[in-house]
């Protein structure tokens, strides 16, 4: 079945470091692909969206592109703060799917 | 504010004794769904309706259910729960009826059963 992939975490960041998480799917069909976001005692918000192919996604310094060669979509900032300190969830779903499917998450701590 | 208003955010309550978790959303939407989160298995469906008196099974439904008698309320019932319910729960709610699209989540719902 349909699944997504995620850098296995805890991941450790100085303040303004470069980050990047990686994350694969597998899908039989055309699915659209999400990064959503914890912070530490809330729900989950979307982050940023790509609805095809080539699409970029952004949103608050954040980035990622949809990559269908590669099967990947994977979440860069270029300057990391204390504040996205976070679990990073990346998930695919779309018009032909019934759910979103999540992967794992990765939980990122930048330190000052 | 559009919002997903989840109840009780904490509970603690016996192995055995029935209780609901609430959940509403304001923004309309037809798709609503509950996840539980448990360290290192990350989000897990357990039951989603695409519309009103419409539900189904997600990936770990067993003791729970759910009713989804009015499009803005989708509560979650323990019948009859069991330490292995112990969890993070989260309501989410989507505007479109395949489910799929973004999906807009409560503040949680910390549930131990001892």
């Known amino acids: 079945g349909d699944s997504v992939t995620q850098m296995e975490g805890p991941v450790t960041l100085s303040e303004e470091a470069f980050l990047t998480i990686n994350c694969t799917y597998t899908a039989t069909g055309y699915p659209s692909l999400f990064w959503y976001v914890q912070y530490p005692g809330e729900g989950l918000q979307l982050l940023l969206k790509a609805t095809k192919a080539d699409d970029k996604g952004s949103n608050k310094g954040f980035e990622a592109t949809y990559r269908k060669e590669t099967t990947s979509f994977h979440l860069e900032k270029g300057s990391v703060q204390v504040s996205d300190s976070a679990v990073y969830f990346c998930a695919l779903g779309g018009a032909s799917y019934d759910k979103v499917i999540f992967g794992p998450g990765t939980s990122l701590s930048v330190i000052p | 504010e559009a919002q997903v208003t989840q109840n009780p955010r904490y509970l603690i309550t016996v192995t055995g004794k029935k209780l609901t978790v609430t959940c509403s959303q304001n923004?309309?939407?037809?798709?609503m769904s509950w996840y539980r989160q448990d360290p290192g298995l990350g989000l897990r469906q357990i039951y989603y309706s695409m519309n009103v008196e419409v539900t189904d099974k997600g990936d770990v439904p067993e003791g729970y259910k759910v009713s989804r008698k009015e499009k803005r309320n989708f509560p979650l019932i323990l019948e009859s729960p069991s330490p292995n319910q112990t969890s993070l729960y989260f309501c989410?709610?989507?505007?479109?009826?395949?489910?799929?699209?973004?999906?807009?989540f409560g503040q949680g719902t910390r549930l131990t059963v001892v």
């Open positions: 923004m309309n939407h037809e798709y």
């Open positions: 989410a709610s989507s505007p479109q009826h395949q489910g799929a699209a973004e999906a807009f």
